[in-house]
């Protein structure tokens, strides 16, 4: 089955750029999605199809996706980012869902 | 409101069956793909079961297979999950989602339920 790999946890400063990467076979071939989760709340998705973010959510947050790594970049980093982030892809070769790790962002 | 609400979580022992409940409201509920997706404690999110708008197609996760069903009834805007030989592995928060896309399935979520706590101990 498909396997989505992200780091466990990344820390970085307020005003700095956070980056979270995504590694899979070939990820750069499917559509990537992430979610950010703050403690007790459900996930939101804030990146999908690799790039595009939903409304309300900030151009703070920004997606690529190349090769075998998908990248959630967080600009301009706020207290309010501090939250678990997941990446997700369909594997069509199993008609799976499939969801990373997650990292956990801490904002120094 | 565009919402959903879970319900149906509860305590049970190994080997016995829950069901769960997800009520939609707000939204064409019959035009969108709809999925369970769990949370173990302190742990990571886990796919369950993804069924189509009209019901006819439905995906399992492996570890789920043979033990869970999904169904849905578009009259009354609601989604289900029989769990039946629940395991302590089972336990979790399980959330129902919306797919984002109406009309097919795009296989990512855009609206999310809060959430019910299902644990499996004796």
């Known amino acids: 089955s498909y396997v989505l790999t992200q780091p466990p946890s990344v820390s970085v400063a307020p005003g700095k750029t956070a980056r979270i990467t995504c590694g899979g076979n070939?990820?750069?071939?499917?559509?990537v999605h992430w979610y950010r989760q703050r403690p007790g709340q459900a996930p939101v998705l804030v990146i999908y199809y690799d790039t595009y973010r939903p409304s309300g959510i900030p151009e703070r947050f920004s997606g690529s996706n190349s090769e075998n790594t998908a990248t959630l970049t967080i600009s301009r980093v706020e207290a309010g980012d501090e939250a678990d982030y997941y990446c997700q892809v369909w594997d069509s070769s199993s008609d799976h869902v499939v969801f990373g790790g997650g990292t956990k962002v801490t904002v120094l | 409101q565009v919402q959903l609400v879970e319900s149906g979580g509860g305590l049970v022992k190994p080997g016995e069956s829950l069901r769960l409940s997800c009520a939609a409201s707000g939204f064409p509920f019959s035009d969108h793909y709809m999925s369970w997706i769990r949370q173990a404690p302190g742990k990571g999110l886990e796919w369950v079961s993804y069924?189509?708008?009209?019901?006819?197609?439905?995906y399992y996760a492996d570890s789920v297979k043979g033990r869970f069903t999904v169904s849905r009834d578009n009259a009354q805007n609601s989604l289900y999950l029989q769990m039946n030989s629940l395991r302590p592995e089972d336990s979790a928060v399980y959330y129902c989602a919306r797919d984002s896309c109406s009309g097919a399935g795009c296989y990512h979520f855009e609206l999310w339920g809060q959430g019910t706590l299902v644990t499996v101990s004796s």
């Open positions: 070939n990820i750069g071939s499917k559509s």
């Open positions: 069924v189509s708008s009209s019901g006819t197609t439905i």
